[in-house]
């Protein structure tokens, strides 16, 4: 199972204390959820009207780049959409020197991914089931192959009405491989290219992308499964902040409204042991290299 370790004296700008050197990415690395319950973002009075989910058009969250600045998925345009933007780009500032303080093993490595706002509360949300994050899963991208990178993943609860972001946390990653990797099918040759010429990918998908999102969907799919697997369920208050590798954790997100996230990309050479990367436990597994 994964655990779920709690560190109380984190501040954005501060390493926690109570933590040796290498202690969180080890933490992170064996497949632990880590919690900073007093770690809060602070929302200003002048933000306070975005939060409403009618900001969001069709997807369930708002996506930023923090690269080119750019914003997708809002309703909102003018002096809303910058204030918005500010929002998510200050999120983004802070989770970043975040991580690059709490993980200095991985701090010369590590790649900014997107940043999202979710304003949508999850409990009763309609998707399809391979969208919807109230089944366990692990994460896998289906546009932006990662080849093997780490997905890192840092949320905190921003919920104006104290209400908290309620998870189930399951099996370890051996487990969930052990178990699906026999119903897994290596994709067809040539299909990767035939997915990047219909631009369906924005970089060739590898075979350990391809196995990654057949395992998601396996998990998701499996009613059983989803109803017997070990797991644990957690209540993330408003005001906390947690993360983990959410390629390795299997979670589900069953209620909540109004999250902040953050996607970091760690390459599996900069890990401290790369054997419990989900591209190595798959590639023992199945036998053969996967990228
Ligand atoms: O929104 C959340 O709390 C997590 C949802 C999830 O599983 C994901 O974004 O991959
Ligand atoms: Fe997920």
Redesign the pocket.
């Known amino acids: 199972m994964s655990r779920l370790t709690t560190i109380g004296d984190a501040r954005w700008t501060d390493a926690p204390h109570d933590l040796p050197p290498a202690g969180a990415a080890a933490a992170l690395e064996s497949g632990d959820v880590l919690f900073f319950p007093g770690l809060e973002f602070e929302v200003r009075p002048s933000e306070q009207s975005l939060f409403s989910p009618a900001i969001v058009t069709a997807a369930k969250n708002i996506s930023f780049d923090p690269r080119s600045g750019s914003l997708k998925g809002t309703a909102l345009d003018g002096s809303a959409a910058t204030t918005l933007r500010a929002l998510v780009s200050r999120f983004s500032s802070l989770a970043a020197g975040f991580v690059g303080q709490l993980l200095p093993a991985y701090r010369d490595r590590i790649e900014l991914g997107r940043t999202s706002f979710?304003p949508v509360e999850?409990a009763g949300r309609a998707s399809s089931w391979r969208k919807d994050?109230t089944r366990l899963?692990i994460?896998s991208f289906t546009a932006t192959p990662v080849h093997g990178r780490r997905i890192l993943?840092v949320?905190t609860n921003v919920n104006p009405h104290r209400t908290p972001?309620t998870?189930r946390i399951g099996e370890d990653f051996e487990s969930v491989a052990q178990r699906f990797v026999p119903a897994l099918r290596l994709p067809v040759p040539g299909s990767a290219t035939l997915l990047r010429l219909l631009r369906l990918t924005r970089s060739r998908r590898s075979t350990y992308d391809a196995l990654m999102l057949q395992l998601h969907d396996r998990m998701k799919a499996d009613t059983a499964y989803q109803a017997r697997a070990p797991q644990t369920r957690v209540e993330f208050p408003s005001g906390s902040t947690w993360m983990a590798f959410?390629d390795q954790v299997s979670?589900?997100?069953m209620a909540?409204q109004y999250?902040l996230?953050q996607t970091f990309l760690v390459p599996v050479v900069a890990m401290l042991d790369d054997r419990r990367s989900p591209l190595r436990i798959l590639e023992r597994i199945v036998g053969r290299r996967l990228l």
Do not use: L
Request: proline content about 0%; hydrophobic content about 30%.
């Open positions: 979710r999850i994050d899963h994460d993943r949320f972001r998870w959410t979670h589900a997100a909540g999250q996230e």
